[in-house]
């Protein structure tokens, strides 16, 4: 074994190292083993190199290592309860489950145009949360001006200010709106979801709080 080779088995050995014995990547880890014996076992790198294209393990570690990735991925967002978030890496899996992939820019395409399907599904269903959240100190605002007592020079000012803001903060609904609409064209925010735990762990205030503020914002954007 010359040193170029025996370079390349240390290469390959070290590849190994990154994965085995990690539970999170078990076909990457098979995959990279059948690797370095291929190149441990060749006479030369030539018939190395045969060997890698005859029974493509280049290929083998491609596909191994996407399905690692994308089961672990699903797996983490299925135990957060994260059901739009873990749908397209359980769709990636499960299409490596189900079909043998010999090309690596075939597989590279599948999970690319997976992945950018799933672009506009997780915007329509994490769009509702943002929006709302990051509109609550205006409607603590509101609730303050509305409620304050002012004196009766200030009062006309005051009802002007409110009804600008309830204009500006509709209006930058509407246009959240129409921008999801762009990518998901039935869009319609959908309040009641923002109860389920994906969301509700990233709304840090009491249920009544929520309830009604959830309220409030529906009725300072019109209801919609």
Known sequence: ????????????????????GDP???RTAAAQRAMLDA?????????FGKRVIGEALHVRCAVALAWDQEEARAKLYEELDEPVRAAPHRAIADALAAR????????????????????API????????????????LE?????????????????RVEFIAETRARTAEMAAMSRDGVRKFVPDYSPDWDALWQPRHRRRLPVPDDTLRRRIAEY???IGGK
């Not at 915007?123 to 609550?136: C, G, K, M, Q």
């Not at 509305?146 to 006309?156: F, G, I, L």
Request: no cysteine; hydrophobic share 35%.
């Open 1 to 20: 074994m010359d040193q170029r080779h025996q370079e390349y088995v240390e290469y390959y050995r070290a590849r190994l190292r990154r994965y085995d």
């Open 24 to 26: 999170h990547y078990p």
């Open 39 to 47: 190149i441990e076992t060749a006479p030369d790198l030539e018939t």
């Open 100 to 119: 043998e992939y010999n090309d690596v820019a075939a597989l590279n395409t599948m999970v690319s145009e997976t992945l950018e399907r799933s672009n």
């Open 123 to 138: 915007t329509a269903d994490e769009v509702p949360r943002d929006e709302f959240w990051n509109t609550l100190k205006v």
């Open 141 to 157: 605002d509101l609730t303050m001006w509305e409620t304050a007592d002012v004196p009766a020079e200030w009062k006309a000012e």
């Open 218 to 220: 529906r009725r300072a």
